[in-house]
């Protein structure tokens, strides 16, 4: 028999696999798993040498897998963003740019980068300018919502060199007041672009920052159980110097998550002669089972790119564009490239199909891999024709951060399926799930877990009926098994069976069993990735890898560390001081989620600000209408 480097048991295993559905041990060698059932045939791979984990009773799935995200990008620039994920309210927002901008040393600037919505705000709105202009006169800040807008407060107009005679590019829109001059809003309309290239005049990190901000984005994703992801490229991310950190991170041996990378075209109207280059260069699936090619897209040409901003009437597509994305997908056919490509709308869709059929027919796919990413509103002749191409569909979750923009515009009925999953199952094909961030939506999957099953965006808004949500076990698939398919790697990973790589997450809580408000809030307490544990909270802390500083040391990671509340409260306690430390800081954050339960604010008071809760504890008699502090100025009562 088989000596395991690791057995845990004890456990409830939800194995996605459906031959042996559930299991209570797993045995692990060589970074695979060689055994997988009850604990008395299992503990036998146990040698001398064997790490041997009790789960005690908790439950463990198969690692996540992100079909679609942006991590490469992400991981360059987690130190410098200041990250709103999960932040309950405006105010608390407000008060952590506040604090960072007090913090941020010239000429660095302050980015809030996506990742959240005005509706999971309890002031159910967005900032404004005076309120950003205040909190920084002097420091750039830079607040990005979505692909929709961005707000530059005066001194990152400066920084940008943004004046009333500086023209927007096409389909962007530069705001200004009556007398010309910018506001400092800038709009997608719908072309991203424009957010795209202001954002890109920023200060960056130092290459060595940067592969420390990346280490310590891949450990934020190990918090929430991922394990792999496919990146689908993006802009302004260039092959192969951006790459390079990751590169150098696999060679020491120090990725802690899989990342599958798709090349994404950097230059309009020179897209043929990018991919062109790539082909010759680039060998299909070069790397190993940590990183590796995977293909084209998702940008294949500019021509093609049909944003989803909601807010925003749907962009018809330039007449060119089929001419220009024949061009490409022939000759990533012709060298047998697999492919995606970011589709949102049925109309453009349609389109893209044409233009797929039409290759099909002079040069057969024949089981090459080709996908769509999005996917919000096709229709279902046009699922029909990808499953005859044999092409899938990658969905992410944008209307858990967009649906209220999408009812408003296209009315609920229409909302009801965006996208239509349960169609694409029952047609059969495949479909693997996704967040695409960190600019879009967060890159927590547990709100994309909660979206799909509870039928909610992230401000609880209903935006789907019973007949469109999944079962609890239905969604998980998508995000393990099911999007193994996008980097053909579904004989590898995505189940928790014998020969698969050993990538399982044990879950701070029972994802099957607890109430849906619940599952955005499930962490991983223990995630392992190739038979080694990357991340461990609470029981399991003894066994979390030595922590890695944060630099440079002005950096909001320091202080926030990724989704609200964040995961520094969650360092291992194996010391009296530490543990001391630990109580405090989870109560600090307790009492925080408290006093934003118990309010709703709408504004700044004009003598605490947005310090409402310094002021409810203070000796002041705010809640006394007909007291000074009631009737000259303090406001706090009416939260």
Known sequence: MKRADMVLFNGKIHTVDAALPAATAVAIADGKIIAVGDDGPVLKHAGENTTVIDLQKKTVIPGINDSHTHLIRGGLNYNLELRWDGVPSLADALRMLKEQVDRTPSPQWVRVIG???????????????????AISPDTPVFIMHLYDRAFLNRAALKAVGYTKDTPAPPGGHIEHNSKGEPTGLILATPNAMILYATLAKGPKLSYEHQVNSTRH?????NRFGITSVIDAGGG?????????????LNDEGKLTVRIAYNLFTQRAKHEEEDFE??????????????FRHNGAGEMLVFSAADFED??????????????ELERVVRLLVENRWPFRLHATYNESITRFLNVFEKV????????????????????????????ALGGGIAIQDRMAFQGEYFSDRYGKKAALQTPPVKKMLEMGVPVGGGTDATRVSSYNPWLALYWLTSGKTVGGTAIYDDESKLSRETALELYTRGSAWFSNEQQKKGSIKIGQLADLAVLDRDYFTVDEEEIKSIEADLTILGGKVVYAKGAFASHNPPPIPILPDWSPTKIY???FPGSNHLSPANTKQAQAEKRKSDNAIMQLQIANAVHSCIGSCNVHGHNHNDARLSNLPVTDYTAFWGTLGCSCFAF
């Open 360 to 387: 099909n027919r002079d040069m057969p796919f024949n089981g090459l891999p080709w996908i769509f990413d999005h996917a919000e509103t096709i229709h279902e002749k046009n699922i029909e024709r990808v499953k």
């Open 115 to 133: 990742g959240w919505s005005e509706y999971q705000f309890a002031e159910k709105r967005m900032p404004t300018l005076a309120e950003i202009n």
């Open 217 to 221: 984005y891949m450990r934020e994703m």
């Open 277 to 290: 280059n790539w082909t010759k260069t680039v060998k299909l699936y070069q790397g190993d089972d940590m």
């Open 561 to 563: 560390n990724g989704y």
């Open 310 to 323: 909601f807010l925003q009437p749907r962009h018809e597509l330039p007449e060119q564009m089929e001419d």
């Open 236 to 248: 302004f991310q260039n092959f192969p110097d951006d790459y390079k950190v990751v590169q150098e």
